[in-house]
């Protein structure tokens, strides 16, 4: 009977095997990364059972399944996993694509890499193929509208140049508000260290300003940005304002050797007037006929004019005598005259089409990646062509990087990374900007911007005369002609930087780790300014056609021994040659200790974490400034130099310097620790303590050493087992962190700051050498510091397709730097000192979501939103005067944000259309003004707002459909006030002037003062009966006063992107891994900006010499990898 009965079971069983093994199928496939590249290792599972397979290394599986009603999952640790129905489908292929979900994966800090659901602090990670803008090569510039918090302004767009960045409105009132940036664990220093005011100069130091031009964005894998004191803790006493960590890409073990190419083409686009709200050459000349009837365009004031233009080239052709004709080259007589002049009154030349051009910028990366199962390695070539927006500028650089892992046993392994950049540039010759604190204005000598010379020369001159010869007008009492002076008046800039690093782990236990860092970097800057016997700069130094322009030209010797001799030309043979160079030697060591254990309950789950991380860590940094003038350098006879001894007098004579060197030492070490405890990652605690020193601030202990801490904690709510993780609500965690955190400044003053020179005397034998004290001593020097108190929410819903992280913060800044009075004692009334303190407050907002998704179609969103509120709560600020208050960048004083603007508080023309204000004591009348006043100044001066927006934003979208991707990012800036282009330039009127058509409704007659606000042009003869200074202060005045400021609002579209990745089959066709195109515009358009900006960018500063604005680019990109 019990044979029967087992008979008919395996009957069963075998019927049963027949029918699963019927409707059981085998499927294969190849998944691959968005890239086109295939993935190793990638979990391939049937839901619902155990049953799976991993790709091999070609990205393949094979899988049997139960049939057509299986579902695949794939999946893979930093991927979005996939669930795909079988169906009747015998090849399922894949794409994976990175989870961007800020709710998972690591947070980097440049020490540690902390998962995000275990790390207490403020941090926002921003993957690079999330951020990237084709033809953008600083990467600073990428982070506009990415984050909250961080507000970047592209003060100028010239390569080399940075953006200034700030994070959470700054920490520092006259110190640096910059963040610190980390490349792959180590600071990356500047070459130079510039200030807010130094960024918006133009000056040509500026091409140096960026910590990050030698880094190629292609190389670049992640950025972690660092906000509040928690996340900054490791980097204590130097992350005042913030860092910017960046992850540069590595090869990936047991993965293919992989050569990929990217080729990345752009064309910027020509400016033009349409834009600016400018007169054309008609109305500009109906200007100047004013202006001739006021007697300012007479013949005799324009012989010995220092500039001048088409009436100026009247006059110079009626005095000129033509031998060859036996006639004048223009006939004095009023048809001839009006003849002539209306060829310039109809010129309407364009000089942004004669200056600018849409040329192709090239940028090439040729990379290899791959690894085995010890070892990885990434490289690339880099190289970027620019040949110039403009006929004055180009750039050439060529970057190289190569980055190692080996495991030399299953407990140590090494990396080595070497990187490097050469660049040669190209720029328009320019000399540094100054104020004139009397006048209220900035001033640059031999500005030849093309872009500053475009809105600001007239339409009524021609680059070339009737026979196409160049038309030389007049400038600084020599000829001359832009496209001839950008021939002969240049600078070449050559850059070189390299770095090696090295990092060590050994793993004692597998709990405890041992962690080395060694990096050494070296950076070179060689600047070239040259100005040929051509230029119109050494014309200048050789104008000496009359008495009078000898008299008046200030680039001519004057004899101090015999006072009654003419004025001299000394640089009769030759041009001029300036040299800079700046060097940086930086060294960075680091050692650490690292425990991290956990400790698991029965059921193999963690219950208690503990990570322990202890280090020390020394800093080293040298740098070098030379410079030196060289006059008669004849560069048309092979370089021979012929010096007049008397030009040397006269720079000395002048209390200037042809040669100059000057070198900073600065040297720091750190001692951290930090100690984390998590119970079963629901309730995460954290400590650090960090003791650091630095040579740069006082002799005493006290003030070179200083403590940093910062104690933190994180609640994992939906990891409670009163509210678990559900599809509705599947992350919710709480924030909170108290700490201390410091920076150094960039005063120096712990020493007295002393420059040697020498005595203004009248007469060279008289003098005798000076030591300036520049600034006195101050031995208690020490950090600049911040209390920074920041609470935070993470939220997620429906799985995290909605996740949402709020933080509010509060940072009392204290013992900032300060401008405070003294006793006299040392012979100066003012010096730096730490007695200035602010309060920040703000909010910060980030959401992303996922709002729909098909196997074909997906469209996802992400949200940033930050403001804040700053005041100064204790300041002197002793040097403050009216300039420092109402130019462009604003001023610092107590109870307001940093750099507050402030104006002249504009009351109307008087009936000679002059302007008025309401100033001291209820005067009216301009000769009461000063911009160089102290006394209770904010008693008749008006604040405007802050230079810097509080509120920033960004939203981006991103749409995919099949192989489609679009994306557009808009970003915004509020809360900030401008100061608009100067109207007038003092009381000085030549036909060299162009005019906004504002200026159209400009005071013409009596009576006009009650129907307009803009002051006309005061006659020559109200010039000559007042003083011409006071009336130049007044018209400054009006520049700087409460008519010429707007809103600084402003909302861009900063980037639209259309890519087109090719599918499986192209590409085996075309033996190809991947390929992709793209088409993408950066800065397109202003959606709103105010309409009293007349065209002029929120962002730019019109300062001259080196800088450009940002401006729209179009960029075709091809990604190809094999």
């Not at 690292?594 to 208690?608: C, M």
Request: with cysteine; aromatic share 12%.
């Amino acid at each position: 009977m019990k044979r029967k009965w087992l008979y008919a079971l395996f009957a069963l069983l075998c019927f049963t095997a027949s029918r699963l093994y019927a409707q059981q199928q085998t499927v294969t496939g190849v998944v691959k990364d968005q890239n086109g590249q295939p993935l190793f290792g990638v979990s391939v599972v049937e839901k619902g059972t155990t049953h799976g397979v991993d790709t091999d290394l070609d990205g393949k599986y094979s899988l049997k399944v139960s049939g057509e009603k299986a579902v695949l999952v794939f999946s893979m640790v930093g991927t979005t996993p996939v669930e795909r129905v079988v169906g009747s489908h015998k090849e399922l292929n894949v794409i994976l694509r990175e989870e961007v979900t800020e709710l998972t994966g690591v947070v980097v800090t440049g020490y540690q890499e902390i998962d995000k659901k275990l790390f207490t602090g403020n941090s926002q990670t921003l993957k690079i193929d999330n951020i990237r803008q084709d033809g953008v090569v600083d990467v600073g510039r990428m982070l506009e509208g990415r984050a909250a918090g961080v507000n970047v302004q592209n003060l100028s767009g010239t390569f080399g140049t940075s953006p200034k960045i700030t994070i959470r409105g700054g920490s520092s009132i006259f110190g640096d508000t910059k963040p610190l940036w980390v490349v792959d664990g180590a600071v990356q220093e500047e070459v130079v260290n510039l200030s807010f005011e130094q960024l918006a100069s133009g000056d040509a130091s500026t091409l140096i300003s960026s910590a990050i031009s030698g880094l190629n964005a292609n190389d670049i894998e992640s950025i972690e940005i660092l906000k509040d004191a928690s996340a900054l803790s490791l980097y204590g006493a130097r992350a005042l304002n913030g860092a910017v960590i960046i992850t540069t890409k590595s090869g990936k073990r047991n993965v293919k050797t992989q050569l990929s190419y990217q080729l990345e083409e752009s064309v910027r686009m020509i400016p033009n007037y349409s834009q600016f709200d400018l007169m054309n050459s008609q109305e500009t000349m109906s200007v100047y006929r004013e202006l001739e009837q006021k007697g300012y365009l007479d013949r005799a004031t324009y012989t010995a004019a220092q500039q001048g233009g088409a009436y100026h080239i009247m006059y110079r052709n009626t005095d000129t005598y033509d031998p060859a004709t036996g006639r004048f080259l223009l006939q004095n007589s009023p048809e001839a005259r009006n003849a002539f002049l209306r060829k310039y009154e109809y010129a309407n030349t364009d000089w942004f089409k004669t200056l600018f051009r849409p040329s192709l910028t090239q940028n090439h990366t040729l990379s290899l990646s791959g690894g085995g199962e010890n070892a990885t390695i990434y490289s690339s070539l880099g190289f970027f062509v620019d040949p110039g927006w403009t006929i004055a500028d180009k750039v050439h650089r060529i970057t190289g990087n190569i980055k190692t892992s080996y495991d030399l046993s299953p407990k140590v392994k090494i990396g080595v990374l070497a990187q490097g950049a050469i660049r040669n540039q190209k720029a328009p010759g320019t000399f540094s900007r100054s104020s004139n604190q009397v006048t209220g204005e900035y001033e640059r000598d031999f500005d030849i911007n093309p872009f500053s010379y475009a809105l600001n020369t007239t339409r009524a001159l021609r680059p070339y005369d009737d026979e196409g010869n160049y038309d030389y007008y007049r400038m600084n009492y020599a000829p001359m002609n832009i496209l001839k002076e950008l021939k002969n008046n240049y600078i070449d800039l050559k850059m070189m930087e390299y770095k090696l690093q090295s990092d060590l782990e050994v793993k004692f236990t597998p709990a405890l780790k041992y962690k080395f860092l060694g990096s050494v970097r070296y950076a070179q800057s060689t600047q070239e300014h040259t100005m040929t016997e051509g230029s119109n700069v050494v014309g200048a130094y050789r104008a000496n056609d009359n008495m009078i322009i000898g008299e008046r030209n200030p680039f001519l010797y004057r004899n101090p021994d015999d006072p009654s001799a003419l004025p001299q030309v000394v640089l009769p043979n030759g041009g001029i040659y300036k040299l800079e160079q700046n060097n940086l030697q930086s060294y960075y060591l680091r050692n650490a200790l690292e425990y991290n254990k956990a400790f698991k309950d029965q059921e193999e789950q963690d219950k208690h974490t503990l990570k322990l991380f202890l280090g020390q860590e020394f800093r080293y940094t040298d740098r070098d400034n030379q410079s030196f003038d060289g006059y008669g350098y004849q560069f048309n006879r092979g370089g021979v130099v012929f010096t007049d001894p008397r030009i040397i007098e006269k720079v000395i004579a002048d209390n200037a310097q042809y040669f100059d060197r000057s070198t900073g030492r600065e040297r720091g070490v750190a001692f951290f620790s930090q100690a984390s405890y998590g119970f079963r990652n629901r309730y995460i605690l954290s400590g650090t303590l960090n003791y650091e020193g630095s040579n740069q601030l006082g002799r005493s202990r006290k003030a070179r050493w200083l403590p940093t801490w910062n104690i933190s904690g994180r609640w994992n709510v939906t990891n409670e087992h009163f509210l678990p993780a559900t599809h509705a609500l599947s992350n919710l965690s709480f924030r909170l962190s108290y700490g201390l955190i410091a920076g150094l400044n960039n005063i120096g003053n712990a020493l007295p700051i002393m420059v040697s020179t020498i005595t203004p005397r009248f007469r060279n034998q008289d003098n005798e050498r000076l030591i300036r004290i520049l600034s006195l001593q101050n031995s208690d020097l020490t950090w600049e510091k911040v209390y920074e108190t920041n609470f935070g929410t993470d939220i997620g819903f429906l799985s995290n397709a909605i996740s949402l992280s709020v933080d509010l913060y509060q940072k009392n800044s204290k013992d900032l730097l300060d401008i405070v009075r003294t006793s006299g004692m040392g012979g100066e009334i003012n010096k730096y000192a730490n007695d200035a303190s602010m309060t920040t407050r703000g909010v910060e907002l980030v959401l992303d979501t996922r709002n729909f998704k098909t196997e074909d179609f997906s469209w996802s969103t992400s949200v940033n939103f930050a403001y804040f509120k700053q005041e100064i709560t204790s300041l002197a600020n002793a040097s403050n005067s009216v300039f420092n208050l109402v130019r462009e960048t604003g001023g610092n004083v107590l109870g307001n944000p940093r750099n507050t603007l402030y104006s002249y508080d504009f009351a109307g023309l008087n009936s000679q259309g002059m302007p008025l204000f309401n100033l001291k004591g209820g005067s009216s009348d301009y000769k009461d003004i000063d911009f160089q006043d102290r006394d209770n100044i904010l008693s008749y001066l008006k604040k405007e707002g802050a230079v810097d927006p509080n509120i920033t934003g960004g939203l981006s979208n991103t749409f995919r459909y099949k192989n489609w991707e679009l994306n557009f990012l808009i970003t915004m800036q509020a809360g900030n006030k401008i100061r608009k282009a100067p109207l007038y330039k003092g009381a000085g009127y030549d036909d060299l002037s162009v005019f906004p058509r504002e200026f159209k409704n400009r005071w013409v007659a009596p009576g006009d003062e009650a129907l307009t606000q803009i002051p006309g042009i005061v006659s020559q003869r109200t010039l000559n009966e007042e003083n011409k200074a006071y009336i130049s202060r007044a018209y400054s005045a009006y520049n700087h006063s409460t008519a010429r400021v707007v809103d600084g609002s402003f909302v861009r579209m900063k980037s639209i992107s259309l890519s087109y990745t090719f599918d499986k089959e192209v590409l085996e066709s075309l033996n190809l891994g991947n390929l992709s195109l793209r088409l993408q515009a950066s800065n397109p358009f202003l959606i709103y900006a105010h309409k009293d900006l007349n065209g002029q960018d929120p962002e730019f500063f019109r300062s001259g010499g080196v800088a450009y604005p940002i401006t729209p680019q179009y960029t075709f990109t091809i990604n190809l990898g094999i």
